[in-house]
């Protein structure tokens, strides 16, 4: 059994870790298990302060304008700060901020102003991933991503803890402990990764650049990588595919419960019960199947997991009242397909832009995914009144597009460098 473990990569490169990567994974429970705490109980929360579904509705909309507004400015913040500098910075803006009004919020005014804060978390996903990846090897970053994303599954595993906290106390109350917690928590690890993480090498290049040129300069001179983005292929077909992607998750995230609950008659509280096996079965591929996947043979995990999401949103079109048994399936295929499309998906949008301009490209890279998805959730929306199972209907779409651009990712292949490094 030791032997076994010792030979599965994903456990090789957890006991290897080392340096900046080390310090970016060893410390994300810290802000993943708060987050799961409290997220469930967002909007119960906000409407239990009075709060309207139109007002829920534009603060999500405010969410979104303040992420858009920070995606652009992202990779020149980083570049002039520094990866590490810029984490800590925004780290706190875009959560220690919004928890901390959170945990105080009267009425919608503090969560509207929260909202604005909390959008600035757009320029810590460029700083914390370019912290993490940039001094990498090329081929740990499948297995780094999958790590990242097993810490944010063993998180969930404490969400239970809310439920009986809300169950005794009252929701408000309760969320104004879990938010206190949530800060103490968060500001923790951004102090801690501080002060156990070192500039990378491409961030000490770009910083010396970007010294004695201002924001609005830089952002401007960025013009040119823009243009230079849209006119390359891979660049925009990766996009194009990462935008579906998230797409069909986001959607299948919002509508999937209402589906089950309000068509197929299946009790709420069932949720949480297919939401643990999830978890479980996406535990158990990221150690059995992650570890076997290499980024230079992404094709076939790739369309083997469009395929399965594929079939569960066909079933979800189908499916008869009542159908349990039919539920699990889908949930098992969801978990075994994005057990292979996470890690993948987010490797493939590091490795297919330029390395040494990885902040800025990163920043529109963000942006144009946002500008792509944003109507995706109103169109859903606008579905589901009709009938709940139709916004599967769109994800369906979305899947196929995703197959089709995977295909033709797949035919123009990694760029070289990448590839040589990875040889």
């Given amino acids: 059994m030791k032997n076994r473990a010792n030979q599965n990569k994903l456990i090789q490169t957890m006991s290897q870790l080392s340096g900046n990567q ?59 700060l520094g990866r590490r500098l810029t984490t800590l910075i925004f780290d ?26 909390n959008g ?17 090897k090329q081929d740990q970053l499948v297995h780094l991503y999958s790590i990242m994303h097993v810490a944010g599954l063993v998180a969930g595993f404490f969400a239970p803890i809310a439920y009986f906290y809300v169950q005794k106390y009252s ?36 910083k010396a650049e970007a010294r004695h040129v201002s924001l609005l300069k830089r952002l401007w001179d960025s013009r040119r990588l823009l243009k230079h983005m849209l006119k390359t292929r891979r660049t925009m077909l990766t996009i194009a595919f990462i935008a579906c992607f998230a797409g069909m998750k986001g959607v299948n995230d919002t509508f999937w419960p209402l589906l ?21 079965l996406m535990l158990g591929c990221y150690f059995w199947i992650v570890p076997r996947l290499d980024l230079r043979q992404f094709r076939n995990p790739i369309l083997l997991g469009l395929l399965l999401f594929i079939v569960q949103e066909v079933l979800m079109l189908v499916m008869p009242k009542g ?26 949008q590091m490795v297919n ?27 859903a929306g606008v579905m589901a009144e009709v009938d709940r199972s139709l916004p599967f209907a769109l994800n369906l779409l979305l899947t196929a597009a995703a ?6 990712l797949w035919k123009i292949g990694l760029p070289r460098e990448e590839a040589a490094e990875q040889a």
Wanted: charged share 10%; hydrophobic share 55%.
């Fill in 353 to 379: 832009i330029d390395r040494e301009e990885r902040a800025r490209m990163l920043g529109f890279f963000y942006a144009l995914c946002m500008l792509v998805t944003s109507p995706l959730s109103t169109i």
């Fill in 323 to 348: 159908a349990y048994a039919l539920v699990l399936l889908t949930v098992v295929m969801e978990a075994f397909a994005l057990s292979m499309l996470n890690p993948l998906a987010t490797s493939l």
């Fill in 403 to 408: 197959l089709i651009l995977a295909l033709l």
């Fill in 260 to 280: 089950i609950t309000e068509k197929l008659g299946i009790a709420a509280e069932n949720l949480s019960l297919f939401s643990t096996v999830k978890t479980l």
């Fill in 22 to 80: 080390r310090a970016c994974l060893y410390t994300e429970p810290l802000w993943g298990i708060p987050y799961n705490l409290y997220l469930p109980f967002v909007s119960v929360y906000m409407a239990a302060l009075g709060m309207s579904p139109t007002m829920i509705g534009l603060t999500s909309t405010l969410f979104l304008a303040s992420q858009m507004f920070w995606a652009l400015l992202s990779g020149v913040i980083t570049d002039k």
């Fill in 120 to 136: 600035a978390w757009r320029v810590t996903e460029t700083a914390w991933g370019l912290l993490m990846i940039e001094d990498a």
């Fill in 92 to 117: 706190t803006i875009s959560w220690s901020v919004p928890t901390f009004l959170w945990m105080l919020a009267k009425d919608y005014r503090w969560f509207l102003v929260a909202a604005l804060f």
């Fill in 171 to 206: 929701v408000v109350p309760a969320m104004r402990v879990l938010y206190g917690i949530t800060f103490v928590m968060m500001t923790a690890k951004f102090i801690i990764l501080y002060f156990t993480t070192t500039e990378t090498s491409v961030g000490l290049r770009r």
